[in-house]
């Protein structure tokens, strides 16, 4: 038989939910406490060092650079969820700074323990690093309001033509999925100026098209009136191109490291993702 319990305050409680409220206080305590010693030789590496080496690239809403010279370095919800890896592994956190065309080949190196600024989950990318996934994006595709080979189009396949110039970020996540989606159109792989999107490439004349993250497209299109969004209903916030998972990568063969980055990524999925609604919104 079983008999209820009295709290402190002498409220009854049953022995089924004080023992359902224990389990859940333990899986919490579980998903924090990092790998034991010889568990991980990552980890092991991480406590020796003192410092948990992040690869950081200016990435909004994710992250995003302070150049202020005041408060932190870097914020958004990537930021976070690498300051609380540091801190359960009791170490400092320290940005190692990469561009988007060298942050795989710097992970894959060696130079950093993880990749947190962020990463679009390729299937390219999969072959060689694993992920610690937190979010998801699509894009909307971009070009100038008085340009009629972009204004004219009706369906994605009106970009792939010979005619048409496609300009993308060298190295970033849309880089292949343009490639493949795309393969008739004429592709302009340029380096990253530190915008969020190729614009230059695209006001210059230079470009008819070009990928951007949804949830960046109506801060642009504000700022630059020439500009035109496909799809265009909804501010494009409904689209579903190129719709990918997001996050923190990895390298190879470190199951144990990869559980528990992925442990506490779960445990902070509400705050998280809260923290880039609040980030997508105060874009400029």
């Not at 060689?128 to 699509?138: Q, W």
């Not at 799809?231 to 409904?238: I, L």
């Not at 559980?259 to 997508?280: G, H, I, K, N, P």
């Amino acid at each position: 038989m079983s008999f209820p319990l009295k709290s402190s305050r002498g409220c009854t409680w049953p022995r089924a939910v004080l023992a359902a409220v224990v389990v859940g206080v333990s899986t919490g305590a579980s998903a924090q406490t990092p790998p034991a010693p010889g568990a991980s030789a990552r980890v092991d590496a991480i406590r020796k060092a003192g410092a948990l080496r992040v690869g950081v690239v200016n990435n909004p809403p994710w992250l995003a650079q302070n150049t202020s010279g005041m408060g932190e370095p870097w914020s958004g919800p990537s930021w976070t969820l690498g300051k609380e890896f540091a801190k359960l592994l009791g170490v400092r956190i320290q940005p190692v700074a990469v561009s988007h065309e060298t942050k795989v080949p710097a992970l894959v190196a060696n130079q950093m323990d993880i990749m947190i600024g962020p990463l679009n989950e390729t299937a390219e990318r999969a072959k060689i690093i694993d992920f610690v996934t937190f979010s998801s994006t699509g894009v909307c595709m971009f070009g100038r309001a008085d340009n009629p080979k972009f204004t004219g189009a009706q369906t994605l396949d009106d970009f792939n033509k010979p005619e048409i110039t496609m300009a993308y970020f060298s190295g970033a996540g849309e880089e292949p999925l343009v490639r493949q989606r795309f393969p008739n159109a004429k592709m302009r792989g340029v380096a990253n100026s530190g915008s969020v999107a190729p614009i230059e490439e695209v006001l210059a004349g230079r470009s008819d098209v070009a990928p951007i993250n949804r949830m960046l497209w109506p801060n642009i299109s504000k700022k630059l009136k020439g500009l035109a969004a496909f799809p265009k209903e909804n501010d494009c916030q409904d689209s579903n191109i190129f719709q990918i998972d997001t996050g923190m990568g990895v390298a190879k063969d470190q199951q144990v490291y990869l559980d528990w980055l992925r442990s506490v990524a779960r445990r902070m999925q509400s705050a998280l993702t809260e923290e880039e609604q609040r980030a997508t919104r105060s874009l400029r």
